[in-house]
């Protein structure tokens, strides 16, 4: 009896053991702050849920831009598996060999992403899909912007906040505003865009929002601004509704996040777990729930109380935006804003 008591408690020690050593860890980084509150609440406590030998740490970071200055610091050694970057900096980091592919070998979730999910030269896919909005005071403006021009109201002149490239809030409105102003391959030319902006310059009380754009709508300092929807859908809910959220008719564009596996990672298969989970209608349709970024699943269902706060019914009013091409032209882009915007401020 006394050995078969013994044998049970050695097997017990044994399978702890194994069970122990056969955990692992994955690295992700990607934004801090609000994101990573409501994505570690969404997505990596349910995947850790569902895998309990794999535990995720959330390696936050302010911009995407640092995590790939981190990432290039430990090319050689890498310590991060994943990582959530926008589309740009991607293609950049997939240029300098950072990332592995990820296809339907790594996520069969691939092959029902949104065509603009995946973009020619980009290791990562498409993991959210965020878009320009313009987000108002409720308490100065009554009724909801229906166009992008209500921005160019005189009645608001002094009251606007727009945040300046190369800021990519910045960039997205210059492509809008081009389109407004009746130009065509913002690729080439955005002369339209900047001109248009350029009137609407002396009513614009920042271009350097402090903390965020949101708070300074939210608590009235400003009436109207542009921002990103996932966020201001946030603000919106804790502002008490102080903080309104408009899609202008004539559309917006897309940020397109992309979540990217690292060459070399140490937590190999796991993080390709991970990935595969990401991209699952399940973690999609929770995130878009828990943050309203629109899904890039395209077979996600989304209650339809969360769906209507993102762009996901609005897809072919999206301008086309090609941020690959957009990068080439960037340092053009905030040139002319530095000679031909910025100057006309107040």
Request: proline share 5%; glycine share 6%.
């Amino acid at each position: 009896m006394m050995f078969a008591k013994l044998s049970i408690a050695v097997s017990a020690l044994t399978i702890a053991a194994v069970s122990s050593a056969s955990a692992e860890t994955i690295t992700l980084t990607a934004y801090s702050g609000i994101f990573q509150d409501h994505y570690t609440k969404a997505v990596i406590e349910p995947f850790m849920k569902k895998y309990p030998d794999i535990t995720v740490q959330f390696y936050g970071m302010p911009n995407s831009a640092q995590m790939l200055g981190t990432l290039r610091a430990q090319k050689s050694s890498p310590q991060i598996d994943v990582a959530i970057l926008d589309v740009s900096v991607a293609k950049a980091g997939t240029d300098e060999g950072l990332f592995d592919k990820v296809d339907e070998s790594v996520s069969p979730n691939v092959k029902d992403l949104y065509p603009n999910a995946r973009t020619e030269g980009v290791a990562g896919v498409g993991v959210t899909f965020d878009n320009l909005v313009i987000i108002y005071n409720t308490d100065q403006v009554k009724d909801a912007p229906k166009s992008w021009n209500a921005l160019w109201d005189k009645q608001y002149e002094g009251k606007l906040i727009i945040p300046a490239v190369p800021d990519i809030q910045g960039t997205t409105f210059t492509i809008i505003a081009n389109k407004l102003a009746g130009g065509t391959d913002y690729k080439s030319d955005v002369s339209a865009g900047i001109a248009k902006i350029g009137e609407l310059a002396p009513g614009v009380q920042t271009w350097e929002p402090k903390p965020d754009v949101y708070a300074p709508i939210a608590n009235g300092q400003a009436a109207m601004a542009i921002g990103w929807n996932a966020r201001a859908q946030i603000y919106s809910l804790t502002s008490g509704g102080k903080l309104g959220v408009a899609l202008p008719e004539e559309g917006s564009g897309f940020q397109i996040n992309t979540i990217n596996l690292v060459k070399n990672a140490p937590a190999g298969d796991a993080a390709k777990k991970f990935i595969d989970y990401a991209l699952s209608p399940e973690a999609q349709a929770a995130f878009t729930s828990e943050m309203f970024y629109a899904p890039t699943n395209s077979k996600t269902v989304v209650a339809e109380a969360a769906l209507k706060r993102t762009a996901a019914d609005d897809m072919d009013k999206m301008i086309d935006i090609d941020w690959l091409a957009v990068a080439k032209v960037r340092d053009s882009i905030t040139e002319q804003w530095r000679r031909r915007i910025i100057p006309l401020s107040r």
